[in-house]
């Protein structure tokens, strides 16, 4: 797969000097001029009709510029429209701003302009806004209830999305088999909780009409592409410009009521307007996730084989729809089935709107699955009273049959789970861990050890989308230019957030062209100069973004060899390579200098063109787009031996285990950092992260003093195995492994906890793991 070694090495991130030295530049390190400051007055109330709004008081505030509302903003911005058309979603759009209705806590209501961000925060004091309180809907069952408020107006009832799906024969299956095993699982609502919060700059040039919007966003150019629409603007009258970026997660992907109001304001007031959202701001109105309860039915033999599966799924999607409703949780169900093999499956989604803050993708946004498939595993197992290894390993798909077609139609290939399952259980002494489990129980020490075989969706293809029915493009671009010195650049529609990705596509970059990593520049970030790409979601930064740079470096190194074997009156380039800056040339079996360099390469393709091959262009440039598979996987199995206090509840973990395969790396150590983040995100959403709201709609978990985060305290060491094979249908080989971890740690935790309390007979089916939940399960079991 590499040609010099470039990918593959465990360099360090070299964006790091600059992180730690204090020198990276972040929006607020970005200084503006004459800018002005916006706030915005939330909503105090779940669900209310605005009835009247005094700004008077307001007005007369020191350094009050302006104060608008839903109605100016009616008038300067389109409405948000999501109506893709897939069966079973319905249409819904809302303006920018509220005009009559708010729906959640903490819905902007008005945005207030000042020449300083605490002068606005004083007037915003002194705002009154009268309500018509409305009943709130604050969960699944209130929402589905007969005559339940609704939360849209423009709809019937809170049902957004309602699909099914079925393959082969599940009726038959269940009307004839000898054992039908059902499961429960309730997700908790979380949120992103980014060390950056949510904030932009908006430039407007009048002379040029033209928007600059500075923003962290992990999507540069669909982000442009919607600011330019909803502003009623050409594509060229707008530039994104993104900087470093404190995070993301997927909160910095949609564009915001809040940023759209800040960039017509600063087109309207012909000044800079900024806009930096505070913690509480964050955590009740930026982006929620998750919150689903989950049902499964299998249909078993006696050896616990799964005959048929029956998947519902009902998610609450909170107030505004600023995705596609249905396509969080229809990922789930697509590849429920992961690593097992399933050919009888059947699933109904129902998602829901209630006046909470709107849903939106998060690392892994399909977590849940893993912990759906392997509690359901394991339910089975407890049935039969069967070992749920066993029972893994009787339903798990061998090497012989991969690649395999889903039920639901999706390739699974190039993944390696019974490799995964037998090393982990190789590497971890069960007997042993059994043994002592007995004589710790004696004791009254309850330890558990879980398992969860991970198969983890990576990169969405066009076909993907195309075939979901969900808008939108799963390609890659990229570019590769070799200046005229010598000096390499390159360009990828990608916006890092952490990821390295100045590291690692220089690494990918640098491999074909002969040179070291240091010696690329990677831009990315800017709509300007960088190429129409999709962005950093899901794990696509290795497969889409390092793929697509890969082909256009293969090619410009093609374009330099084809020049060095003009100039040197050869009649192919087939015994000439790149290595060190230089032209190398085979003669008798042995690479020897040719006397050309790759200055002397680029020199003459920009600044002596007539000496290049009959019909090339000057210069050296290769521009090139890349849509991969369908959808890739990875795969992984996780270990975790946890100890519960059944006092007190609380679960501590002593060992965590990962085998994982995920295809080339292209540098282990920012791969190693990335299993560590995700399967650290995964254990602090399982023990600690919950958004909680009361029956009223009042969101009760507004700062860390409530919305808990895991530190190192919670956290163990991790240990990580690599038994990676390459993805053959990628250019890089890469699978991706970004969000497998969160996805492993969502179903491991809660397999050791039932392990550990065991003997109690009790069975988790919700999280967080808290050490209230776990002691009420044991008081229900007395």
């Given at each position: 797969m590499t040609e010099r070694g470039t990918i593959g090495a465990p360099l360090l991130r070299r964006e790091d000097y600059r992180f730690v030295t204090g020198q990276g530049r972040y929006l607020d390190d970005i200084a503006v001029p004459n800018c002005l400051h916006a706030h915005f007055v939330r909503s105090p109330h779940a669900h209310a009709r605005i009835v009247s709004i005094d700004i008077a008081a307001a007005q007369?505030?020191?350094g009050v510029v302006a104060i608008v509302g839903g109605r100016d903003l009616a008038q300067w911005t389109t409405a948000l429209r999501m109506a893709p058309p897939i069966e079973g979603l319905r249409p819904v759009e809302f303006s920018t701003l509220p005009i009559d209705k708010i729906r959640f806590v903490g819905d902007p209501v008005l945005c207030i302009v000042a020449t300083d961000r605490y002068l606005a925060e004083d007037a915003a004091e002194l705002v009154t806004v009268e309500y018509e309180v409305l009943e709130a809907v604050a969960g699944l069952d209130q929402a589905l209830a007969p005559g339940a408020p609704r939360v849209d107006d423009g709809l019937s009832d809170n049902l957004i999305s309602h699909q099914w799906f079925s393959t082969g024969e599940p009726g038959r299956c269940f009307a004839e088999a000898g054992v039908v095993v059902e499961a429960s699982f309730r997700q908790q609502r979380q949120t992103h909780a980014p060390i950056e919060t949510r904030g932009c700059c908006a430039i407007w040039d009048q002379g040029r009409r033209h928007l600059t919007m500075h923003i962290g966003n992990q999507v540069p150019h669909p982000y442009r592409?919607?600011?330019?629409?909803?502003?009623?603007?050409?594509?060229?009258?707008?530039?994104?410009?993104?900087p470093d970026v404190g995070g993301g997660?997927?909160?910095?992907?949609?564009?915001?009521?809040?940023?759209?109001?800040?960039?017509?304001?600063?087109?309207?007031?012909?000044?800079?307007?900024?806009?930096?959202?505070?913690r509480n701001e964050n955590l009740i109105a930026a982006s929620h996730a998750r919150e689903d309860v989950v049902r499964t039915r299998a249909a078993v033999d006696g050896e616990g084989r799964i005959l048929a599966l029956e998947l519902e799924i009902l998610e609450d999607f909170g107030a505004y729809c600023f995705y596609p409703a249905n396509y969080l949780a229809r990922v789930v169900a697509m590849i429920l089935s992961g690593p097992y093999r399933l050919t009888n499956y059947a699933y109904d989604i129902k998602v829901v709107l209630t006046n909470k803050c709107g849903n939106g993708p998060m690392r892994a946004p399909m977590a849940i699955t893993s912990w759906v498939m392997e509690?359901?595993?394991?339910?089975?197992?407890?049935?039969?009273?069967?070992?749920?290894?066993?029972?893994?390993?009787?339903?798990?798909?061998?090497?012989?049959e991969l690649p395999y077609r889903m039920p639901t139609g999706l390739l699974l290939e190039d993944v390696?789970?019974?490799?995964?399952?037998?090393?982990?259980?190789?590497?971890?002494?069960?007997?042993?861990?059994?043994?002592?489990?007995?004589?710790?129980?004696?004791?009254?020490?309850?330890?558990?050890?879980?398992?969860?075989?991970?198969?983890?969706?990576?990169?969405?293809?066009?076909?993907?989308?195309?075939?979901?029915?969900?808008?939108?493009?799963?390609?890659?671009?990229?570019?590769?230019?070799?200046?005229?010195?010598?000096?390499?650049?390159?360009?990828?529609?990608?916006?890092?957030?952490?990821?390295?990705?100045?590291?690692?596509?220089?690494?990918?970059v640098a491999d074909p062209l002969g040179i070291e990593p240091d010696e690329v520049q990677i831009h990315i970030g800017n709509t300007d100069t960088a190429p129409y790409g999709m962005g950093s979601r899901g794990a696509r930064g290795g497969t889409a973004g390092g793929s697509v740079l890969l082909i256009a470096a293969q090619a410009l190194r093609d374009k330099v060899l084809t020049i060095a074997a003009t100039l040197l009156g050869l009649n192919t380039s087939g015994e000439l390579r790149l290595s060190n800056r230089r032209v190398e040339r085979r003669l008798g079996g042995l690479w020897t200098d040719s006397g050309l360099s790759l200055a002397d390469i680029a020199h003459t393709a920009y600044l002596d063109p007539l000496?290049?091959?009959?019909?090339?262009?000057?210069?050296?440039?290769?521009?090139?787009a890349y849509d991969p598979p369908p959808m890739t996987f990875s795969n992984a199995t996780h270990l975790c031996e946890v100890r519960v206090d059944v006092a007190t509840g609380k679960i501590g973990l002593e060992r965590y285990l990962v085998v994982e395969d995920c295809?080339?790396?292209?540098?282990?150590?920012?791969?190693?950092?990335?299993?560590?983040?995700?399967?650290?995100?995964?254990?602090?959403?399982?023990?600690?992260?919950?958004?909680?709201y009361d029956n009223d709609g009042q969101n009760r978990s507004g700062s860390f003093a409530d919305y808990l985060l895991a530190t190192a305290v919670e956290i163990p060491p991790i240990e990580v195995i690599s038994q990676h094979t390459p993805n053959r249908r990628t250019p890089t080989g890469s699978k991706g492994m970004s969000e497998g971890g969160v996805m492993g740690a969502t179903g491991?935790?809660?397999?050791?906890?039932?392990?550990?309390?065991?003997?109690?007979?009790?069975?988790?089916e919700a999280q967080p793991l808290s050490p209230m939940y776990i002691r009420a399960l044991l008081r229900g079991s007395q």
């Open positions: 007369k505030c020191e592409t919607q600011l330019a629409r909803r502003l009623r603007l050409s594509e060229s009258q707008v530039t994104v410009i993104s997660f997927g909160q910095k992907i949609a564009l915001y009521r809040e940023e759209l109001t800040v960039a017509a304001l600063a087109r309207e007031l012909r000044r800079p307007v900024r806009w930096r959202e505070d509690g359901t595993i394991e339910a089975i197992a407890r049935k039969l009273t069967l070992d749920p290894i066993a029972v893994r390993r009787i339903n798990m798909l061998g090497p012989a390696t789970p019974s490799e995964t399952l037998e090393k982990v259980l190789a590497v971890f002494d069960m007997p042993a861990f059994r043994a002592r489990q007995e004589t710790d129980r004696a004791r009254g020490i309850y330890r558990g050890v879980g398992l969860c075989c991970v198969v983890e969706s990576t990169t969405y293809g066009s076909a993907f989308y195309k075939a979901a029915g969900i808008p939108g493009s799963g390609h890659e671009s990229g570019w590769v230019k070799i200046e005229p010195s010598g000096a390499v650049n390159a360009s990828v529609g990608l916006m890092a957030s952490g990821q390295g990705y100045e590291t690692t596509l220089a690494q990918v000496r290049l091959p009959p019909g090339m262009e000057p210069g050296l440039e290769a521009h090139r295809g080339t790396v292209l540098n282990p150590l920012i791969v190693r950092g990335q299993q560590h983040g995700a399967v650290a995100m995964g254990i602090s959403a399982a023990l600690l992260e919950e958004v909680v491991v935790l809660p397999s050791a906890v039932n392990d550990a309390l065991a003997p109690f007979g009790v069975v988790v």
